[in-house]
């Protein structure tokens, strides 16, 4: 793990930028041809990359993060919400030619249906995170790889220069939209200190039948790995080590981005040094406060309301 030292970041975040639009109401089943009302609408930040951007700043980190948003008006909603909660917005290009991304979410009582249009998702490019910034932070954190499509060829040898300039790693790949979970991913495993993927996706990549073998797999080929279990918690490795953290019960109203405060909170501990299970239940804990309100950055908690959280 890099130390502090003289580095003026704690956390570079190479990653995606875009909006959702949530709405929710009793039924929400489009019908072409035909209005209907809904309860209530809400214009919130989104992007894994982002929600995890604006959680370890909340937790005091110092972080930056770099992404293409569009000469628009929610391009500039998404760098006025980043820089109210403390993330460094001076690597993020403005491009004139697409659009912010935007997600509607369809949030019913039981179940959520998304539509997204990718904008400027896609178009990061690994020469975007340039060596000297990698030289001035401790950490490169990659989100929602498999949406990253230009990125998503150059991973593993973005995350191989990172570490040449001394940055621990960490990756959440998210759901892969085309099924392969091959190809550049399982390459950048091999440059990627921390992998947080989900109960879903481990299995994915790991060739496994269930998240407890997928960790076990995946644990003989990257240092730490964290699984995400939903609302049965977390589980964890590093070498021979093995812990579990049940999911901490907070009242729900949305769970959008809750493994994205997640992967936030672990990294955190792993900066500070701390042992596997606190790293594994400050996020837990992080996750579960972050889902009090709609969206995934409102109900983000301070250090010391997840902690309080890990000591009830």
């Known amino acids: 793990m890099p130390q502090e030292g003289h580095r003026e970041l704690d956390i570079v975040v190479a990653g995606e930028i875009n909006v959702d639009l949530i709405l929710t109401g009793p039924d929400l089943q489009p019908q072409f041809g035909q209005e209907k009302l809904v309860d209530d609408a809400t214009l919130t930040m989104g992007s894994s990359s982002v929600i995890f951007a604006c959680q370890a700043a909340r937790l005091g980190l110092r972080v930056a993060l770099i992404g293409n948003v569009g000469a628009d008006a929610l391009g500039e909603f998404m760098l006025r919400g980043l820089q109210e909660r403390g993330v460094h917005t001076e690597w993020v290009r403005r491009r004139t030619d697409l659009k912010t991304g935007i997600t509607v979410s369809l949030s019913g009582p039981?179940?959520?249906?998304?539509?997204?249009?990718?904008?400027?998702?896609?178009?990061?490019?690994?020469?975007?995170?340039?060596?000297?910034?990698?030289?001035?932070?401790?950490?490169?954190?990659?989100?929602?790889?498999?949406?990253?499509?230009?990125l998503l060829p150059e991973l593993p040898s973005l995350l191989g220069r990172a570490r040449e300039c001394g940055c621990s790693t960490s990756l959440d790949t998210g759901w892969d939209p085309h099924e392969r979970w091959n190809g550049a991913v399982q390459a950048a495993l091999q440059e990627t200190t921390v992998f947080l993927p989900n109960e879903e996706e481990a299995p994915r990549l790991a060739a496994a039948s269930t998240p407890e073998q997928a960790l076990e797999a995946l644990a003989q080929r990257i240092p730490i790995v964290a699984i995400k279990l939903g609302a049965k918690g977390a589980i964890a490795a590093r070498g021979a080590e093995r812990c579990r953290c049940p999911a901490y019960r907070v009242p729900v109203v949305d769970t959008t981005g809750a493994g994205d405060s997640f992967d936030a909170g672990f990294v955190y501990g792993f900066l500070q040094g701390w042992p596997l299970e606190r790293c594994l239940k400050l996020g837990c804990a992080c996750g579960a406060l972050s889902t009090r309100a709609l969206g995934g950055t409102t109900a983000q908690p301070s250090l010391a309301e997840a902690l309080a959280l890990m000591e009830s």
């Open 110 to 150: 039981g179940d959520r249906a998304m539509f997204t249009y990718p904008g400027c998702i896609p178009t990061l490019r690994a020469a975007d995170v340039p060596d000297e910034l990698l030289r001035r932070t401790r950490h490169l954190h990659v989100g929602s790889a498999f949406l990253q499509e230009a």
